[in-house]
C-alpha cells in the first residue's frame, strides 16, 4: 500500500504584544555581555483549506496592565487581521498554562483545548504551594476557567506525543513547565516545529543556555534535542519570543509586514 501523502499546513505567527528585556534577564547565569533584548508575544495559526488550528491565546489587556507589556492588538484582532473571528476556531492548542498562552482562553466560544496531563497535575499541584512559579507565570483564574472547560467536556488531554490532526502533532517537551508541549506541522517546506516557550529565542536552543523560568534545567536542555528531532533542521524550528522572527520570515502581506510572518516559507539568508 503506497503511503499516504500528508496535507501541507500554512502556519502563520501573529505578533500582538511586547516588552524591553534585558540579556542578563533572559539566561540562566546572567550574561556577561549585557544589552537589550526584547521579547515578542505571539500566538500561532495552523490553516489549510480543510483544517484551522490556533497554537495558544495570548493574553489581553488586563494582564498587558499587571505585568508591564505594551499590547499591541488583542489575539482576537490579531487573527480578525487574517479573516478569522473567534467563532471560526475550534481546535486549540495550548503548549502550557502561563498567563501569556493561555490569557484569553473565554474567547473561544465554539473550540476545544489540547492540553498535556503533566501541564494540569504541575498548575494545580504541590508545586505552585509556596513557591514563586504561580506568582511569576501562572494566573489561579485562568487555571480555574480551564478546569472548567474539562468539566464542560472541552478539554481534550494528552500525555506526551499525539497525533492530534493529519500532518499535526504536539510533544510533551517539558523544561519550562513540567508539561510544556511543542507543536510539530507538516507544510510545504518540511516539518516545522512551533517550540513555543520550550525555546524562548533563538540563542537558547542553538546554544543550549535557557531562559532563567525554569522548573527542570535538565529538562529543558534534553528538549532542545528533541526540537531538532521532531525538526526537519534549525532552521524549521520556531522560538516562542524572539522578535527576530518577523524579520526572518516573509509577512502575509504587505499591510502585515511585522504582524504576521508566513513560517512554511523559508526564512531570510
Request: net charge negative.
Amino acid at each position: 500500500m503506497p503511503e499516504a501523502v500528508l496535507p501541507e499546513y500554512e502556519v502563520i505567527a501573529l505578533k500582538y504584544a511586547t516588552r524591553e528585556g534585558r540579556r542578563a534577564a533572559n539566561f540562566v547565569g546572567g550574561d556577561a555581555h549585557d544589552g537589550p533584548m526584547p521579547l515578542d508575544y505571539y500566538v500561532w495559526v495552523v490553516r489549510n483549506a480543510e483544517r484551522l488550528y490556533l497554537i495558544d491565546t495570548g493574553f489581553a489587556e488586563d494582564m498587558a496592565v499587571k505585568r508591564h507589556r505594551q499590547l499591541l492588538r488583542t489575539p482576537m484582532q490579531a487573527l480578525r487581521l487574517l479573516g478569522i473571528a473567534p467563532e471560526d476556531i475550534r481546535e486549540i492548542v495550548i503548549t502550557h498554562l502561563h498567563n501569556d498562552h493561555v490569557g484569553t482562553f473565554d474567547a473561544w466560544p465554539n473550540a476545544r483545548f489540547h492540553l498535556q496531563d503533566a501541564e494540569m497535575a504541575f498548575a494545580t499541584g504541590r508545586h505552585m504551594c509556596g513557591s514563586t512559579l504561580h506568582s511569576k507565570a501562572y494566573e489561579p483564574d485562568h487555571v480555574t476557567g480551564m478546569i472548567r472547560l474539562v468539566y464542560g467536556n472541552r478539554v481534550v488531554f494528552h500525555d506526551g506525543d499525539a497525533e492530534i490532526g493529519p500532518g499535526i502533532s504536539v510533544h510533551r517537551i517539558g523544561g519550562h513547565t513540567d508539561g510544556m508541549q511543542a507543536v510539530r506541522v507538516h507544510t510545504a517546506r518540511g516539518w516545522v516545529v512551533l517550540a513555543s516557550d520550550a525555546s524562548h529565542f533563538y540563542e537558547h536552543f542553538q546554544t543550549f543556555r535557557c531562559f532563567p523560568l525554569v522548573f527542570h534545567l535538565g529538562a529543558a536542555m534534553e528538549g532542545y534535542a528533541r526540537l531538532r528531532e521532531l525538526a526537519s533542521s534549525l532552521e524549521h524550528i520556531i522560538p516562542g519570543h524572539d522578535p527576530a522572527v518577523m524579520d526572518l520570515y516573509p509577512p502575509l502581506n504587505a499591510d502585515l509586514k511585522g504582524i504576521a510572518a508566513r513560517l512554511d516559507q523559508a526564512p531570510a539568508q
